[in-house]
């Protein structure tokens, strides 16, 4: 009876974690979605970016579907344990460790996935400079997505602010006008002029996302790591839980 009560709250503080857990996943997975809306927007629109590149959008709905399940299941463990339901316990280590198998193909494709990041926004380099002299200062959605971009991540361009020469926006502001976020608003005095751009030395967007990419790599795989820990730990005590209860009957 000591051992059995003994196993419940393991079992209960185990899919307790595992809850909270997944709901730190769930919230990784929101702020990763709205962090880097804008930038993800910004390279999504154009019309021959590579296809491996719709899958980082996707990064975080599947986070926040990895948290709802955690969530769920984190529930199902704590009440099969309550219970003592050897149905409900084996449906839970099965499912447990289907998820825990997924995680470890995910981890490698993470892991993949980070290494090609760079490659990947260089190539792209080409085809957002393109975008950004035809569509800036001439299309609304599109100046106002790299206004709120540049300004959020305080990066200019996708390099640099060489970047918007020739575009619609550096033509109709006589040739030497630049976004003001590509200058420093502590030091430049009036437009964002060549020489204040270059004087202000910001970073370029390229930059801020392949940042921001291998930043949230880390955190998932910290979060990841963690919850993994507790699936095995989980998995072990649901089973001896799940032979203790049939010994019963």
Same mark, same amino acid.
């Given at each position: 009876?000591?051992?059995?009560?003994?196993?419940?709250?393991?079992?209960?503080?185990?899919?307790?974690?595992?809850?909270?857990?997944?709901?730190?996943?769930?919230?990784?997975?929101?702020?990763?979605?709205?962090?880097?809306?804008?930038?993800?927007?910004?390279?999504?629109?154009?019309?021959?970016?590579?296809?491996?590149?719709?899958?980082?959008?996707?990064?975080?709905?599947?986070?926040?579907?990895?948290?709802?399940?955690?969530?769920?299941?984190?529930?199902?463990?704590?009440?099969?344990?309550?219970?003592?339901?050897?149905?409900?316990?084996?449906?839970?280590?099965?499912?447990?460790?289907? *998820?825990?198998?997924?995680?470890?193909?995910?981890?490698?494709?993470?892991?993949?996935?980070?290494?090609?990041?760079?490659?990947?926004?260089?190539?792209?380099?080409?085809?957002?400079?393109?975008?950004?002299?035809?569509?800036?200062?001439?299309?609304?959605?599109?100046?106002?997505?790299?206004?709120?971009?540049?300004?959020?991540?305080?990066?200019?361009?996708?390099?640099?602010?060489?970047?918007?020469?020739?575009?619609?926006?550096?033509?109709?502001?006589?040739?030497?006008?630049?976004?003001?976020?590509?200058?420093?608003?502590?030091?430049?005095?009036?437009?964002?002029?060549?020489?204040?751009?270059?004087?202000?030395? *910001?970073?370029?967007?390229?930059?801020?996302?392949?940042?921001?990419?291998?930043?949230?790599?880390?955190?998932?795989?910290?979060?990841?790591?963690?919850?993994?820990?507790?699936?095995?730990?989980?998995?072990?005590?649901?089973?001896?839980?799940?032979?203790?209860?049939?010994?019963?009957?």
């Amino acid at each position: 009876m000591c051992c059995s009560g003994f196993l419940k709250m393991m079992m209960f503080i185990f899919n307790g974690c595992i809850f909270l857990a997944g709901a730190a996943v769930l919230g990784v997975g929101v702020w990763v979605k709205v962090d880097s809306a804008s930038l993800l927007g910004l390279l999504g629109s154009l019309e021959e970016a590579p296809a491996g590149l719709a899958q980082l959008a996707n990064v975080s709905y599947l986070l926040m579907a990895v948290g709802a399940v955690l969530l769920v299941i984190g529930f199902l463990g704590c009440c099969g344990a309550v219970r003592e339901s050897r149905c409900m316990l084996l449906t839970f280590f099965i499912i447990v460790l289907i *998820i825990f198998v997924a995680e470890v193909a995910g981890a490698v494709v993470m892991l993949v996935f980070q290494d090609l990041a760079d490659e990947l926004l260089v190539d792209l380099e080409d085809e957002v400079r393109k975008a950004i002299r035809k569509d800036y200062g001439k299309s609304e959605s599109v100046t106002s997505l790299w206004n709120a971009t540049m300004d959020e991540f305080k990066c200019c361009g996708y390099r640099n602010y060489t970047d918007f020469i020739n575009s619609t926006f550096y033509i109709d502001h006589g040739g030497n006008n630049y976004p003001t976020a590509c200058c420093n608003a502590t030091t430049t005095i009036g437009p964002c002029s060549e020489s204040a751009a270059s004087s202000s030395m *910001i970073d370029g967007c390229f930059e801020k996302l392949l940042q921001l990419i291998e930043d949230n790599a880390v955190i998932i795989a910290g979060v990841a790591l963690g919850i993994a820990a507790l699936e095995i730990a989980a998995m072990v005590v649901s089973m001896v839980l799940y032979k203790q209860i049939g010994s019963k009957a």
